[in-house]
């Protein structure tokens, strides 16, 4: 959620400060503004709406001179998406402006503090408490400021300070929410993703909570939260800045669907050496994983769908207990976790607020954690005892595509591996599992190349107010990504049940021409799903079935059919949802969405 970026140097700040807050697009955003230091003053600019708005305001940065600067895009938690409320955020006395990524729980109390010392508040936000409380600290020493305004804030938050009486000096503080610096030649930066860095640097240093910086053109100096210099590691960024272009496709999320084979072989293929899964990441012994009596997978959004897409095939291969649970309630709910239980903890960005608060409270009673991300160095990286890579590359488009199925494919990985050290596999079936996943990325493919039809569907689909998505078993996790896709870009209301529950009341809602789309890929339940779809046409129904190649039964009962090629149910999910973020792309394109920056919604949830 939002995104920060400074730049400290001798090149014209705005122009690099505007490219990289257009990098952060995707994060979502409905607000943006810059802040530049020149000649002794602080100059803001900040509009409600896109960052096109605010190029046209600065001309492309052109009425900004200085060689200093903040900037932000602000997805609205405190007041709303107004020029007002968008930050930087200025200090009273003009001295100070603030950027922050996060959310300052304690904001009331401070802010009547502030009030009650003559502070003046032009915002609804949160984070003008922050600058008003450097202002008040403010010695002489910015980074002391800084450190005492931290010590002051509960909540999340990642900073970037500007002080007119250290005209080349940008000070950031990190606190549950992602900072990185970038470090140049005689320039150095920092931004709240590599996105916003890579086309001026590929060093980055990855700050952790609590520690501090201070950013000149010469050099980077971090430092603890007592205030002391402590040395860190600079990382190289490896993927290209071509990686997060659309490379001529029309958005970034059609982009990330055809990028999947390759994501899905990055996945997996290097994991899987001479005849066995090899996952050098992690050490689990076999009376380690005996000693686990459930596995716990928590995660927010897709990634939970992920995790429940997995569940079946966990179980069916390693016959230990499985519950998926949101990470928003796990964190409240008093669980049931102790040194016996296995704590997988997905997310695309590894900074995801609940998923974070989660897993911390799961490992203060006892349980091993293992992560799943896609980004290198993230928060939830660092704090689990093992991590596993998705390497799917950057992800641009808020709707996750290949972030979700490369999740899935981690999970298969981590069920076979558990269940061939637990002897649960005989040889035979061991190896017909690693062939079933080596041969995912050319199924993935084929599901991408053998329905040319599904942009025509979309057209009959798109103007319905409602869609329901059925399915049973796995074919009914699935659907609930499938459900997530379609209301997440397209704006239609799309819900998922399991086919089983439909005559328990769901079906009362069924209408003449109500679409319904049915997973059918669970063969051993298919003639349970066939009755459903039965029901639901008799009631007027209209059914887009998803199946697997070869189904002629299939054909008699829905209206349209989307095939997939014939995969082993237990790893279906990776194939099976292609054609639903397919479909979702279209209609969203028939309907004039934003489909890459859909309304109200962000890539990283960094606030609660």
């Known amino acids: 959620m939002c995104g920060i970026v400074g730049y400290t140097g001798s090149q014209q700040a705005a122009p690099i400060l505007l490219d990289g807050l257009k990098k952060l697009e995707y994060r979502g955003y409905d607000s943006a503004g810059i802040a530049i230091l020149n000649d002794g003053a602080i100059k803001v600019d900040k509009v409600s709406g896109r960052i096109a708005n605010l190029c046209e305001l600065t001309e492309e940065g052109k009425k900004c001179p200085g060689t200093i600067g903040i900037g932000h895009t602000r997805w609205a938690t405190h007041g709303a998406p107004t020029d007002t409320n968008a930050h930087p955020h200025l200090s009273n006395d003009g001295r100070f402006a603030v950027v922050h990524n996060g959310i300052i729980e304690n904001y009331i109390c401070l802010r009547e503090e502030l009030i009650g010392k003559g502070y ?53 503080a990190r606190e549950a929410s992602p900072l990185i610096l970038g470090v140049g030649a005689g320039e150095n930066y920092f931004a709240s993703d590599v996105t916003a860095l890579v086309a001026n640097t590929r060093n980055a240093i990855y700050l952790d ?65 001479d005849g066995k899964i090899v996952l050098d990441e992690i050490e689990w012994s076999r009376e380690y994983l005996e000693s686990i009596n459930k596995i716990v997978i928590t995660a927010c959004g897709s990634a939970y769908y992920a995790g429940c897409a997995a569940k079946y095939t966990i179980e069916k291969l390693c016959r230990i207990p499985v519950s998926v649970e949101l990470a928003s309630e796990l964190r409240y709910s008093d669980p049931l976790i102790d040194e016996h239980t296995l704590l997988i903890v997905l997310s695309q960005s590894g900074e995801t607020a609940d998923t974070i608060a989660a897993m911390k409270e799961c490992k203060s009673r006892g349980a091993r954690t293992l992560a799943i991300v896609n980004v290198v160095g993230s ?64 199924k993935v493919q084929e599901a991408l190349d053998m329905n040319p ?101 299939i054909l008699s009962q829905a209206d349209d059919v989307i095939f997939i090629p014939k995969i082993d149910t237990l790893f279906s999910a ?3 949802i292609v054609p639903m973020q397919i479909l979702a792309y279209y209609v969203a394109k028939e309907n004039g969405c934003d489909i890459d920056k859909p309304k109200n919604l962000a890539k990283s949830v960094t606030v609660e």
């Open 120 to 172: 003046h508040f032009d915002s609804e936000t949160d984070t003008e408490v922050i600058v008003h409380l450097i202002e008040m600290y403010y010695r002489g020493d910015l980074r002391r400021a800084v450190i005492k305004t931290s010590a002051r804030l509960s909540g999340s938050y990642a900073l970037g300070v500007i002080c007119t009486d250290k005209p080349d000096t940008i000070c950031v």
């Open 209 to 273: 909570d609590g520690e501090f910086a201070e950013i000149t053109p010469d050099g980077v100096t971090v430092f603890d939260p007592a205030g002391q210099t402590i040395t860190k590691k600079i990382s190289r960024i490896t993927w290209d800045i071509e990686a997060a272009e659309k490379g001529g496709y029309e958005h970034f999320m059609l982009k990330e669907i055809i990028e999947q084979p390759r994501a899905v072989k990055a996945t997996i293929t290097p994991r899987i050496k």
């Open 379 to 442: 928060t939830i990286a660092k704090l689990a005892d093992d991590t596993l890579y998705t390497w799917a590359g950057p992800e641009i488009a808020v709707a996750t595509t290949k972030g979700y199925t490369t999740q899935v494919c981690v999970l298969y990985l981590v069920a076979v591996y558990i269940a061939r050290t637990l002897d649960k596999l005989e040889d035979a079936d061991y190896y017909h599992h690693l062939s079933s996943m080596l041969t995912l990325p050319k």
């Open 453 to 553: 039809k599904i942009p025509k569907m979309a057209k009959k689909y798109h103007a319905t107010k409602s869609m329901f998505f059925i399915g049973r078993n796995t074919d009914y996790a699935i659907a609930l990504e499938g459900a997530l896709k379609m209301k997440e870009i397209s704006y239609i209301h799309a819900e998922s049940y399991a086919a089983g529950e439909l005559k328990h009341g769901t079906i009362a809602l069924i209408e003449e021409h109500q679409p319904v789309i049915a997973l059918c890929c669970n063969t051993a339940l298919m003639e349970k799903t066939l009755s459903n779809i039965v029901e639901v046409k008799a009631r007027g129904a209209e059914v887009l079935a998803v199946a697997f190649k070869g189904n002629q039964e």
């Open 574 to 576: 990776v194939v099976e």
